[in-house]
């Protein structure tokens, strides 16, 4: 049982080019989420999905797309990178609302030239 | 609009006791979490309230009020081990979204 896994742990982007962050869970769970975290500003939600083919928009979306085709699977991608999008990005999981917390994955580490 | 207080960072000593403090204010509340978390490392789930009063778990309690939007995370026997960052979280009602604090750096010194 791994838990929530993230691909690649770091990724060194020039401005323009387009990379996906891959996100799995073996737990069954229905919700995933992706965050960013960046100095001083605690963990920001990008999006999120309720279960598999549905997606929404948290709070900074922008920049960022997401798909949910496959339960265990989340990914997010970048069309064009920006150096406002070096941050740590995490995914989460649960296996459903109220008292289940979110599991986390290790985090990626993306740096945008 | 959503916000959560916390203090930037902490100094405790070893096999003391410290208490950080949490307020919030949400559009909607369905439970507060807490989280530590180690530099470099992911999120781990510490505890959990939706009710008034104190959780406790070995060395960690947490405490909610929410007429007063107000958490507290009570760490005792400090070890330097527990040195990281503590989020305060708050799940919204409709329980789909987790609001997250900037975070409480907290130092253990010997």
């Known amino acids: 049982n791994a838990g929530v896994t993230q691909t690649p742990k770091f990724r060194v982007l020039k401005t323009g080019q387009s990379m996906t962050l891959l996100c799995a869970q073996d737990?069954?769970?229905?919700?995933m989420y992706w965050y960013r975290q960046d100095p001083g500003m605690g963990l920001r939600l990008i999006h999120y999905?309720?279960?598999?083919?549905?997606?929404a928009k948290g709070e900074v979306p922008d920049g960022y797309n997401v798909s949910r085709l496959k339960k265990q699977n989340f990914l997010l991608g970048l069309e064009s990178a920006a150096p406002s999008q070096t941050s740590v990005y995490f995914c989460?999981?649960?296996?459903?609302?109220?008292?289940?917390?979110?599991?986390f994955g290790p985090g990626t580490r993306l740096l945008v030239l | 609009g959503q916000n959560i207080d916390q203090p930037t960072e902490m100094t405790a000593t070893e096999g003391a006791i410290v208490q950080i403090n949490c307020t919030y204010q949400?559009?909607?509340?369905?439970?507060l979490f807490w989280y530590q978390q180690h530099a470099g490392e992911a999120p781990t789930f510490l505890s959990y309230?939706?009710?008034?009063g104190l959780e406790e778990k070995g060395r960690f309690s947490s405490f909610l009020s929410r007429s007063k939007g107000y958490s507290y995370l009570l760490l005792k026997e400090l070890q330097m081990k527990d040195s990281a960052s503590y989020l305060c979280?708050?799940?919204?009602?409709?329980?789909?979204?987790?609001?997250f604090g900037a975070g409480t750096r907290l130092f253990v010194k010997a």
């Open positions: 949400t559009s909607g509340f369905n439970g």
């Open positions: 737990m069954n769970h229905e919700y």
């Open positions: 989460a999981s649960t296996f459903r609302r109220g008292g289940e917390t979110q599991y």
């Open positions: 999905s309720v279960g598999e083919g549905t997606t």
């Open positions: 309230n939706v009710l008034d």
């Open positions: 979280a708050v799940r919204n009602t409709g329980g789909f979204k987790t609001i």
